[in-house]
């Protein structure tokens, strides 16, 4: 199934929608800005929160949070410092560990187990607004793989100085 997240960014506020490939939205994703740590919030269309991420602040690393229901379910991590690619690091709380490679040019990445690839990611630009899709191979982990593209999403921007948040 391809998620498409399209962004909308406001004066003093951030969103974005998850939408299906035929523009049925799911998720609206709001960022909260003039925090010390930013922070995302995933709602779904009926307005109930699903999910967090929130970036922590002062670390080596670029390290953000997943959380659910108050609760920390995974860990996504960059090193500082890597001369060719992307490479990030998953944890979750059930034990799962994922990998997150990307090219040089930070426009195609991948998340994968060590089974296989769950979802690829592809950064273009549709019209006006930026937009990325998500194509998810593991339907029963789609939201928490959108939510993992959304963070390299961020952490990749937020490394470019192009802006505070690419959503």
Same mark, same amino acid.
């Given at each position: 199934? +391809?998620?498409?997240?399209?962004?909308?960014?406001?004066?003093?506020?951030?969103?974005?929608? !998850?939408?299906?490939?035929?523009?049925? $939205?799911?998720?609206?994703?709001?960022?909260?800005?003039?925090? /010390?740590?930013?922070?995302?919030?995933?709602?779904?269309?009926?307005?109930?929160?699903?999910?967090?991420?929130?970036?922590? %602040?002062?670390?080596?690393?670029?390290?953000?949070? #997943?959380?659910?229901?108050?609760?920390?379910?995974?860990? #996504?991590? $960059?090193?500082?410092?890597?001369?060719?690619? =992307?490479?990030? $690091?998953?944890?979750?709380?059930?034990?799962?560990? /994922?990998?997150?490679?990307?090219?040089?040019?930070?426009?195609?990445?991948?998340?994968?187990?060590?089974?296989?690839? /769950?979802?690829?990611?592809? +950064?273009?630009?549709?019209?006006?607004?930026?937009?990325?899709?998500?194509?998810?191979?593991?339907?029963?982990?789609?939201?928490?793989?959108?939510?993992? %593209?959304?963070? !390299? =999403?961020? #952490?990749?921007?937020? +490394?470019?100085?192009? +802006? /505070?948040?690419?959503?």
């Amino acid at each position: 199934m +391809r998620y498409l997240v399209r962004d909308r960014m406001l004066a003093f506020h951030e969103e974005a929608w !998850v939408e299906t490939e035929h523009r049925e $939205k799911l998720f609206k994703v709001n960022r909260r800005l003039l925090r /010390l740590r930013t922070t995302f919030d995933f709602v779904d269309s009926r307005g109930d929160h699903v999910a967090s991420i929130v970036k922590k %602040a002062f670390t080596l690393h670029h390290t953000i949070l #997943i959380k659910q229901n108050g609760e920390v379910v995974g860990r #996504i991590s $960059k090193r500082a410092f890597r001369i060719f690619g =992307d490479r990030f $690091k998953v944890s979750l709380r059930d034990g799962r560990r /994922l990998r997150i490679a990307g090219n040089l040019w930070d426009r195609e990445f991948d998340i994968a187990d060590g089974d296989g690839t /769950l979802a690829h990611i592809s +950064r273009r630009w549709f019209s006006i607004r930026d937009a990325y899709a998500v194509d998810v191979m593991s339907e029963p982990d789609a939201l928490l793989l959108v939510i993992l %593209a959304v963070c !390299v =999403d961020h #952490i990749i921007e937020d +490394r470019k100085g192009e +802006r /505070l948040t690419n959503l």
